[in-house]
């Protein structure tokens, strides 16, 4: 069984520019959700995507967006990138939608300058 | 709106004492609460819900809805218990997904 894993584990980027995360979920897990998680915060909900759908959102513009394809695997995509955008970006995989155990992956260090 | 209170950032004990995470959440509807736990170099992985009513590591959490409570407990602390602790409140719907997390409290163990 193989667990959730991020590429890459770091990435500098500069302000105004875009950039894409990607997650490999676990095996037979469907659902995809995404955190941001800045320096001394605990994880802020991003979006879930569950079965290639949308699947929930939080407080996040519409520069940040996401995919989720046929075999499950999933892509953060942030557009014009801002200083406070800089955080760790966690890819969490679960087995269902709602309230359930989530797996992480080890996150993406994103640096804006 | 739906919250999560981690009040203690640092909570630093010497090994073989009581150990209590509090954690404090808001919400109208039926929860769901789990703790996180990320030891050092590693992810964060889950340490025990409440559902499950399981005792892991040691450690112990019961839901206490009239004081809206879900805290930590272990009656004797280790040092490998060294760690940072989320606690995590799960519902379903709405825009806010699937897991709030508190802002984490780090647990520091001394010999």
């Known amino acids: 069984e193989t667990g959730v894993t991020q590429s890459p584990t770091h990435l500098i980027k500069t302000r105004g520019q875009q950039v894409t995360l990607r997650c490999s979920s676990q095996?037979?897990?469907?659902?995809v959700s995404w955190y941001q998680q800045a320096l001394g915060q605990g994880p802020q909900f991003i979006f879930q995507y569950y079965r290639e759908e949308e699947n929930g959102r939080g407080n996040f513009p519409p520069r940040f967006s996401g995919l989720q394809f046929p075999n499950y695997s999933s892509e953060l995509n942030v557009n014009a990138l801002e200083l406070d955008d800089s955080a760790l970006y966690l890819c969490?995989?679960?087995?269902?939608?709602?309230?359930?155990?989530?797996?992480f992956g080890q996150g993406t260090r994103l640096t804006v300058v | 709106a739906q919250r999560v209170t981690q009040p203690e950032k640092l909570l630093s004990v010497f090994k073989g004492a009581p150990v209590e995470l509090k954690c404090n959440y808001s919400y109208s509807g039926s929860p769901e609460l789990f703790w996180y736990v990320q030891y050092s170099r590693q992810r964060l992985q889950l340490l025990l819900r409440h559902i499950s009513r399981e005792s892991i590591k040691g450690f112990t959490a019961d839901l206490n809805k009239g004081e809206t409570s879900f805290h930590l407990k272990k009656p004797f602390a280790q040092e490998e218990d060294s760690a940072m602790y989320y606690c995590?409140?799960?519902?379903?719907?709405?825009?806010?997904?699937?897991?709030?997390f508190g802002k984490g409290t780090k647990l520091s163990v001394k010999p």
């Open positions: 969490a995989s679960s087995s269902k939608q709602g309230p359930t155990e989530a797996f």
């Open positions: 995590a409140l799960g519902f379903i719907g709405g825009s806010q997904g699937n897991l709030i």
């Open positions: 095996s037979g897990h469907n659902t």
